[in-house]
């Protein structure tokens, strides 16, 4: 099975700051990663596929980058409404995995 | 439009068996690509993911849940049934079900639903 370690587990950041996210897969995964938000009491959003494209309609401050065993996602200035738990996931193997979260809160 | 709906029960007992039912419309499980899983998540913790049906019926476990897991399709009503067994108070979650295409990350997820365990 494929873990996914994601850190930090949580981050206090301000409005304007630039923040990553990091992932890394216990063994080669190529580009099968995503990227989610996840609101309170909301189903989780799809903001990065293939590890570095950006899903339509997500704003272009969210980036993706990496390939292989270590990705990462980057905001690039916060907005308000950024402050929210982050996950990825890896669909290379016979079973996905998700990473254990990333709580992103305000400073 | 693709949207997608779980239901089922919201409480069940310990040792009981969980049915769950995601019905789906925008997309048709005949098509080449297409894929539905369910992932859950326990209040206040993270994402898990646990089983996916493809179009050619393909079907996929989480490792630590194999045992008790099956998932089906029925393409005529557009619907996928998730059943677990031997329920526990730790499979309290909210259960999701999601469009996956290709083999790919999930794209289009339900609302959820909240299955408790207890006596």
């Known amino acids: 099975d494929i873990q996914m370690t994601q850190s930090p587990s949580s981050l206090s950041a301000s409005v304007g700051d630039r923040v990553t996210i990091t992932c890394r897969a216990s063994?080669?995964?190529?580009?099968?990663l995503g990227w989610y938000q996840q609101k309170p009491g909301k189903a989780p959003k799809r903001l990065i596929y293939?590890?570095?494209s950006l899903q339509s309609g997500v704003p272009s401050r969210f980036s993706g980058s990496g390939s292989g065993t270590e990705f990462t996602l980057t905001i690039s200035s916060l907005q308000p409404e950024d402050f929210a738990t982050y996950y990825c996931l890896q669909h290379n193997s016979y079973s996905y995995t998700f990473g254990q979260g990333t709580k992103l809160e305000i400073k | 439009q693709i949207t997608l709906k779980e239901s089922g029960p919201t409480l069940v007992k310990p040792t009981q068996t969980l049915t769950l039912t995601c019905t789906f419309s925008g997309f048709s499980l005949s098509t080449s690509g297409v894929g539905v899983g369910w992932i859950r998540q326990p209040p206040g913790k993270a994402l898990e993911w646990l089983a996916l049906i493809y179009w050619n019926d393909d079907k996929r476990y989480s490792p630590s849940l194999k045992s008790r897991l099956t998932i089906t399709k029925d393409t005529s009503k557009n619907q996928v049934v998730l059943t677990m067994t031997n329920m526990d108070p730790v499979d309290t979650a909210t259960y999701y079900c999601?469009?996956?295409?290709?083999?790919?990350?999930?794209?289009?997820w339900g609302q959820g639903t909240l299955v408790t365990v207890s006596s």
């Open positions: 999601a469009h996956s295409y290709y083999y790919g990350s999930f794209i289009y």
């Open positions: 293939a590890a570095s």
């Open positions: 063994q080669g995964i190529r580009n099968d």
